[in-house]
């Protein structure tokens, strides 16, 4: 069993960056594909990203491809997402999620943090 927290969430202006972190327990993390997901008000969740257990596959939704780029460091038990030209349409709340399998739906992840906000004005 894994348990996530996600960091790094804020409010910024149209144009600027931010990263997550999602620092995760136990032992077994280099063990898992990681995920990240957002769901904005009165939306379904969305698949944002996700890496393999070892870094060598990532996956992206068409909208971030070229500004967000998911990352791990199985050393410290962390996944990250730089968030780059964010957007409005960015705002969201964002999960980070675990599972064995390197998967792009929500219903197929096992394990998922709290959430951070992340809030983009134009």
């Known amino acids: 069993q894994v348990q996530l ?3 790094g ?3 910024v202006q149209a ?3 931010l990263r997550l972190s999602c620092a995760a327990s136990g032992r077994t993390f280099s063990s898992y594909a990681m995920g990240w997901f957002r769901q904005a008000p009165g939306k379904e ?7 393999s257990w070892s870094g060598g596959r990532t996956y992206y939704t068409d909208s971030v491809k070229g500004r ?4 791990r460091d199985n050393a410290k ?12 349409d960015d705002t969201a709340v964002y999960y ?3 599972d064995h399998a390197l998967e792009t739906t929500s ?3 096992d394990y998922w943090g709290q959430g951070t906000q992340v809030t983009v004005s134009s």
């Open 15 to 17: 144009g600027g960056s």
């Open 96 to 98: 980070c999620a675990a």
């Open 9 to 11: 969430g804020g409010l």
């Open 45 to 51: 969740c969305e698949f944002v990203a996700a890496i």
């Open 77 to 88: 038990n962390t996944v990250y997402l730089q968030m780059n030209s964010l957007k409005p």
């Open 5 to 7: 927290v996600e960091s």
């Open 107 to 109: 219903w197929a992840y």
């Open 68 to 71: 967000f780029t998911i990352s």
